[in-house]
């Protein structure tokens, strides 16, 4: 068990719908990141947050957005579904921003664009 | 080219060893790790390696780095089936954008 969690699990949405993700962090960690796994392929990074503020971002659109609470939970949005969003949306925590820092990854959540 | 790249697949037998390869370009990283991740789930962190090591050995895991070659290695003994996974090398090093490579699947024959 990492102790990172997010729901839901699974998720079937339409093509234009949007969707939000949600990711709790391990205790103890600021730093939230989120990566987009399509099949067969490795995870490619959409967006980092620390401390509330994002704090990098990869190269997906802008209908790809996000949030860090205070307590350093998080939230993934995205606005306008396509059908190739469908893929495993991975949240990882880590101690620290950026660099030379494990992350901790939650299950993922399974999303189908249909 | 890929800042990551290792070997997409890898079959072995119940029993026999499995050497996982992994090559990287960025070389500033304090640690390089390896993930795994079983069908349908979320990465799971397997171990790491100081970058200042060659050897690390855990249980039945060890990896080996040759920084002058810039290359990862991890090898399982006694490979169960429980050991067929998808296998990922990390290397963060400076690149914020934490690029990962198209990861190893592994495949244990009974």
């Known amino acids: 068990e990492t102790g990172v969690t997010q729901s839901p699990t699974h998720l079937i949405k339409t093509r234009g719908q949007q969707v939000t993700l949600r990711c709790s962090s391990q205790s103890g960690h600021n730093t939230v990141s989120w990566y987009q796994q399509a099949l067969g392929q490795g995870p490619q990074f959409i967006f980092q947050?620390?401390?509330?503020?994002?704090?990098g971002r990869g190269n997906f659109p802008p209908r790809f957005s996000g949030l860090q609470f205070p307590n350093y939970s998080s939230e993934l949005n995205v606005n306008a579904l396509e059908l190739d969003d469908s893929a495993l949306y991975l949240c990882?925590?880590?101690?620290?921003?950026?660099?030379?820092?494990?992350?901790?990854f939650g299950q993922g959540t399974r999303l189908t664009v249909v | 080219g890929e800042d990551v790249e290792q070997s997409l697949f890898l079959s072995v037998r119940e029993g026999d060893s499995s050497v996982i390869n992994c090559t990287y370009t960025?070389?500033?990283?304090?640690?390089l790790y390896w993930y795994k991740q079983e069908p349908g789930a979320g990465l799971q962190l397997l171990t790491y390696?100081?970058?200042n090591m060659d050897m690390k050995q855990d249980q039945r895991l060890t990896v080996l780095l040759n920084k002058k070659d810039k290359h990862l290695s991890l090898r399982i003994a006694d490979t169960q089936t429980g050991d067929s996974a998808i296998y990922f090398c990390?290397?963060?090093?400076?690149?914020?954008?934490?690029?990962w490579g198209l990861g190893t699947s592994l495949a244990v024959n009974p």
């Open positions: 947050y620390y401390r509330e503020e994002e704090n």
């Open positions: 990882a925590s880590s101690r620290e921003q950026g660099v030379n820092t494990e992350a901790f």
């Open positions: 390696i100081f970058s």
């Open positions: 960025d070389s500033s990283s304090t640690y």
């Open positions: 990390y290397n963060a090093g400076n690149n914020r954008k934490l690029i």
